[in-house]
């Protein structure tokens, strides 16, 4: 519909870029506020050194481990992108680099679509992704939906690094959760399903988070909208609600933090997690929504 680079879209305070490469959200801000996440300055960084910077990651974001997984009884082997052994956001052929079909887009809004072909990234099916962003004068929604002709995998991600204007150590953090998944040397879960009470994992109130965290917290189960998290600067809050299972939590980086609702990584390998697995009869589905207040 658009040959433009990006889409600018505006409901009353919230305005934000919409890129189609990588279905990327590159600038957001609220009542004239600076960008409140860290964005690309050009395609060429987009592609390098902020390729998750705002990129929705998929087909299956965060990590499977040793690139190998199980789909309706058939061993598929995915491209090891960490260290040669595990795979993380896909590897180089995720939909973080791909240049999504702009299907409607209004003052607003905007529905971006990706068709991949069977195996074009290593999974199996002929899938269709399509991401939602609906503005309200507060925040925005973000609503994904996944089909596929064939098992297949899918758990996405938006990979946004929250500023609010500051950097990362000026920023409080809550997660509303009171488990996490504990992790091994390569960052992919042990299995175990751990209590946060009395560790550097327990974000239960307003926290500035140490640099040593990127673990899933699990959120209550359910198919309804529920508090996932809340980020805090000086003079802005944002409130993050989501039907995902899970919330990776980033925050290596001094530029920000990624909060990410999700499934919870390295699935396949997990029986007792909840199960990422595509069918032609079980749609893919997930919404989030994003609120600003000012402090």
């Given amino acids: 519909m658009t040959d433009a680079p990006f889409l600018t879209l505006t409901k009353g305070r919230t305005t934000l870029d919409l890129w189609p490469l990588g279905a990327r959200i590159n600038r957001i801000t609220f009542a004239g506020s600076d960008s409140l996440v860290d964005g690309a300055a050009s395609e060429a960084e987009a592609l390098g050194a902020k390729l998750n910077h705002g990129s929705l990651c998929g ?81 925005f929604d973000l609503s994904y939906r996944a089909t596929s002709d064939a098992p297949s995998l899918m758990n996405l991600a938006w990979h946004p690094y929250w500023t609010l204007g500051r950097d990362r150590a000026a920023l409080a953090l809550q997660i509303f959760s009171d488990r996490y998944l504990p992790v091994d040397d390569d960052k992919t879960p042990t299995g175990e399903i751990a209590d946060v009470t009395g560790t550097a994992f327990d974000l239960r109130t307003l926290t500035r988070p140490g640099a040593g965290i990127d673990h899933n917290y699990c959120l209550d189960p359910g198919s309804e909208m529920r508090p996932a998290a809340r980020l805090a600067s000086d003079t802005l809050m944002l409130d993050i609600d989501t039907t995902a299972p899970g919330v990776q939590i980033f925050t290596g980086k001094p530029l920000g933090i990624a909060i990410e609702p999700q499934h919870w990584p390295d699935a396949p390998h997990h029986a007792h997690f909840p199960s990422i697995l595509l069918t032609p009869d079980a749609p893919y589905t997930q919404q989030s929504r994003y609120r600003f207040t000012a402090r």
């Fill in 59 to 139: 087909p299956v974001a965060n990590r499977i481990a040793g690139g190998t997984a199980a789909i309706a009884g058939r061993d598929f082997a995915f491209e090891r992108n960490e260290n040669g052994r595990t795979t993380l956001h896909s590897g180089a052929k995720s939909t973080r680099s791909a240049r999504f079909e702009v299907v409607e887009a209004g003052d607003d809004h905007a529905r971006l679509a990706l068709d991949i072909a069977h195996m074009a990234d290593d999974f199996p099916g002929n899938r269709r992704i399509e991401l939602t962003c609906q503005l309200h004068d507060t925040g």
